[in-house]
């Protein structure tokens, strides 16, 4: 089992940057792929990046490829997103899962109901 906290969030310009992380418990950090999920107010939950357990692959939304980049450090047990060049549409509450399944080849898992564990979620507003 592991346990996800995020944290980064905040209030910020359009054009402006911020950089979340998801701290994560336990000892099996490296044996789980991550994910970054966010939900705006009324909307589902939806799809923003994934990484592969090495960190060796990553995947992104349409939506914000070119502007967010994810990585993990297997060390520290964190998972990092950043977002630059962000728009008041990113403006979501942001959420870290991690999934238990090995991801073989190019596979990699963007619905939510396909990850284990879930941190409670940090807010993002961008401002116009």
């Known amino acids: 089992q592991v346990q996800l906290v995020e944290s980064g969030g905040g209030l910020v310009q359009a054009g402006g940057s911020l950089r979340l992380s998801c701290a994560a418990s336990g000892r099996t950090f490296s044996q789980y792929a991550m994910g970054w999920f966010r939900q705006a107010l009324g909307k589902e939950r939806e799809f923003v990046a994934a990484i592969s357990r090495s960190g060796g692959t990553t995947y992104y939304a349409d939506s914000v490829k070119g502007r967010f980049t994810i990585s993990r450090d297997n060390a520290k047990n964190i998972v990092y997103l950043q977002m630059n060049s962000l728009k008041p549409e990113d403006t979501a509450v942001y959420y870290c899962?991690?999934?238990?399944?090995?991801?073989?080849?190019?596979?990699?898992?963007?619905?939510?109901?396909?990850?284990?564990?879930w941190g409670q979620g940090t807010q993002v507003t961008v401002s116009s």
């Open positions: 899962a991690a999934d238990s399944r090995y991801w073989r080849g190019s596979y990699y898992s963007s619905e939510p109901d396909e990850y284990d564990y």
